[in-house]
């Protein structure tokens, strides 16, 4: 039976995670080149498929299966689709594309674009006037007032 210093990941194995300076953990560079061939959108890709990429890397397809399973890797997956998905490039590139359809006659296109736009814009405050129902007495006869100095 072996020592127990053979089952102590060493930190210099490349296809273990390692924890930096800061003590954060930074994904084995095989798996980060896994997981930027994830978010490559699909007609991008080189290689058409998660087995045809375990096979161009020397990687067993459960292996994969695995990492995908691991929440540090799950999370470093949505911390970069997220970081991708709302960047200011391909925002504005969908802005573009609706605003191009729109001006085109494309009336979903307007819709989208200008709702998009609205959540732009500062909110707008809308003051009500009570309910002259609601008024007690005392604030009816000062509204009256108010309104006759007025007018």
Do not use: C
């Amino acid at each position: 039976m072996g020592s127990l210093r053979e089952f102590i990941p060493r930190s210099d194995n490349p296809t273990l995670w390692r924890q930096d300076e800061s003590g954060r953990y930074v994904m084995p560079e095989l798996q980060s080149e896994f997981l930027d061939w994830l978010l490559t959108p699909k007609s991008e890709r080189e290689l058409a498929s998660a087995n045809a990429w375990a096979k161009a890397h020397n990687v067993n397809s459960g292996t994969l299966t695995q990492w995908k399973k691991d929440r540090r890797f799950r999370r470093e997956w949505e911390d970069r689709a997220a970081s991708k998905n709302i960047s200011v490039d391909r925002v504005q590139g969908v802005l573009d594309t609706l605003h191009e359809a729109a001006m085109q006659g494309d009336v979903q296109a307007a819709k989208l674009y200008l709702s998009h736009v609205e959540r732009l814009a500062p909110p707008q405050v809308v003051q009500r006037d009570p309910d002259v129902q609601d008024l007690s007495d005392e604030d009816l006869r000062e509204l009256v007032l108010r309104l006759a100095e007025d007018g």
